[in-house]
DNA sequence: GCGCTGGCTATTGTCGCCAATCGACACACC
DNA sequence: GGTGTGTCGATTGGCGACAATAGCCAGCGC
């Protein structure tokens, strides 16, 4: 008598798919950044109680996707150029680790996955799709941090990921040419095989800023031709230059 | 008629308040790691309603303070070998930008406030007491970390900070001599007021790696001599190495 | 003696309802 | 017209009760 061949059901408490459901709702654009939304609106459109969605919101909330203003209401954020600057310089900061510690523990099986991401952004680029490039370049970043095997490291990241893309959604978000991305990111690809950690570090954290920046110069154009959109949400901070290297 | 002179009063809702005095419970050793809670037992010592118990303990939770088994119950983290490698590497990232950011954005005011809060651990030094040279490196650190004026470092900051306090509490960590932390923590400090980012930087990454590695030689000679305690909790990773840098 | 099954207990999950708070608006007074 | 006060509606905050789940233990069959 063997095993049936029958999937197991994956179990999995409704606050949690809430949460889940909630969280692409809003990294997806499907609830926009700046939108105001209550937990009576959420729980009747889920047909879930309002304790449940409450306890999702919350859970959301903490990943810095929406801001709560005591019996007032929620908040989906909405990035400033403040907000864009600390993600970029974060991500740099956090990514620089990860090429590190890839670097430092390179085995011939990293190293094939890796090459195999970057093989896939390469071939996206050749097509020229800007939204399948874009997931590429994600998940060759992804990859990098799941091949750390260090959990906080991949929760932190998966925060900025998310923010990341909830901006870009939200945003006139400049896409640098095909031939531009393979350039930035083929040496760095280059560097953690070779096991050569101070240079990866160094590559990818140079990669993140100098992206950020110009991100940022490009949405500081933009807040000059327009009026100023109010900004909900994450704790505002002065604009710094970014750390010379 | 002018402004009476009456101390506003701080609204805070009851959940942050239980979420709150759970966190410094649980960071003060109070609620020792690994230990297991349950959301009767504590709504009953709080003397507040379940539900409102379980908001902050979900909260507590996504800081990495708590695990939560659903159905089952909550358990304290207790950090193993490979959470505090973990939490070392996160946190020389970390630290390492915001060392890069103050550097590159020095002022005299700024340059003050570390001077001062160096000052303050040169002197707990001088007095010898170990609890608040503790106290006092953390808050130089801190120092640092606040005047990059970076809301999301703080934040990821203060859970680091918080998860390396839980850790302290409950192992036998070494203390590093007075005169070797004066001498790791001054030319930090000296870097960051001369404005050398890059050198900030470094520094301040090599501090905790080095402190990092020590701290983890020594509970890997502590396991050795003792049966291995199970560990709750948080993601379990393989030990790397350290990058090199 | 071992493995399986069922029942019980203890826990978290989810619900609906009452309480507390905030913001907007109307009204009264100066 | 401006300011202060009170009320109301809309929202979140907090509660206790019922539902769902997991783990443990006793009993039974082989």
Redesign the interface.
């Known amino acids: 008598m063997g095993r049936l061949k029958i999937s197991p059901v994956v179990k999995m ?1 409704i606050e949690v798919q809430a949460t889940t459901a909630l969280r692409n709702a809003i990294v997806s654009g499907a609830i926009r950044a700046g939108e105001r939304i209550t937990e009576i609106q959420i729980s009747q459109q889920m047909n879930l109680s309002r ?1 449940t969605v ?2 999702a919101l ?2 959301l909330a ?3 996707l929406l801001t709560l203003v ?1 019996y007032t209401g929620w908040t989906v954020v909405s990035l400033s150029a403040e907000d864009v ?3 970029y ?2 991500r ?3 990514e ?2 990860a090429a ?2 890839v ?3 390179i085995t011939p099986a990293k190293a094939a996955r890796l090459t195999e991401a970057l093989d896939v952004l390469i071939q996206e680029c050749k097509r020229g799709d800007t939204a399948r490039i874009a997931e590429a370049d994600f998940g060759l970043h992804k990859t990098i941090v799941l091949l ?6 991949g929760f ?1 990241y998966g925060l900025i990921e998310q923010q990341t893309r909830m901006h870009i959604r939200s945003s006139y978000a400049i896409i640098p040419s095909p031939k531009r991305i393979i350039e930035d990111h083929r040496p760095i690809v280059e560097a953690i095989c070779a096991g050569k ?2 240079l990866a ?1 160094r590559l990818s954290e140079q990669h993140h800023l100098a992206e950020g920046e110009k991100h940022l110069a490009h949405l500081k154009r933009l807040e000059k031709q327009e009026p100023a959109k109010t900004s909900a949400a ?5 604009r ?6």
Do not use: C, M
């Not at 994450?234 to 002065?238: I, K, T, Y």
């Not at 710094?240 to 290297?245: D, G, H, L």
């Open positions: 408490p304790a409450r306890t919350h859970q903490k990943e810095g005591p600057w600390e993600l310089t974060l740099s900061a956090v620089r680790l590190q510690l670097a430092s523990t750390t095997d260090h959990g906080r490291l932190q950690a101070d570090g994450a704790p505002r901070s002065a710094k230059r970014a750390p010379a290297t």
